[in-house]
């Protein structure tokens, strides 16, 4: 079983997170950022974006009522242009015709990731997608990850998780899932994935197909 983050991973969501969070600064007098500077922080959800966009943090008094704007910002524009990372279509397909199932565990929220998902008419069947308001705790807790193993009739053990955060990889540590870090994925020059305890990293989704036929 292949189970996989979605933005960054899977799908490049980025062009649209950014797009929301202009929208949301020129509401409030900014100019806009270059999508290079917004990138690097599309994994992190609301909580990075807000603090590229206007330097909040979730203590903040401001925070929640941003976040609320935002996400319904968001919500007008989140499958304006997303697209499969380049090599992600192969290797579903190739882990389709192999018959291992794969599936998607994300912090993303399921009012987005649902519509996200089939916006993109995948080729190959989904196993099961589990979102981070499925579960008491999100990433980097793994009670998502258990879920879906629950859900695709899974063991951890038998499992790889794909991320391209450290918490991501964290989650699968903890779940005791091999874990492969995607270093395609929205990972700032200032990261260090090769310190984040994952058990691979691949530059490339063919790459996993090579990986997983080791095992």
Known sequence: ????????TL????PDLGYALNLQRE????APLSMDAIRPFASHGSKGLLNIGFGLEPE??????????????????????PALFDGVSDLLAALHQSNIKWGVVTNKPRRFAAPLIESMRLSSPIACLVC?????????APDTLFLACQQSSAKPEDCFYVGDAQRDIDAGNAASMKTVVALWGYIDVSDQPMTWGANFSIQHPSELI??????
């Open 60 to 81: 903040d008094e401001a925070f929640e009522e941003m976040r609320v704007e935002y996400l319904d910002l968001y919500n007008q524009v989140f499958t304006r242009s």
């Open 132 to 140: 981070g308001d499925d579960a008491p705790l999100p990433k980097p």
């Open 11 to 14: 799908v490049d969501t980025a």
């Open 27 to 30: 509401h409030h007098g900014l």
């Open 210 to 215: 090579t990986l997983i036929s080791q095992y």
């Open 1 to 8: 079983m292949i189970l996989f983050d979605l933005d960054g």
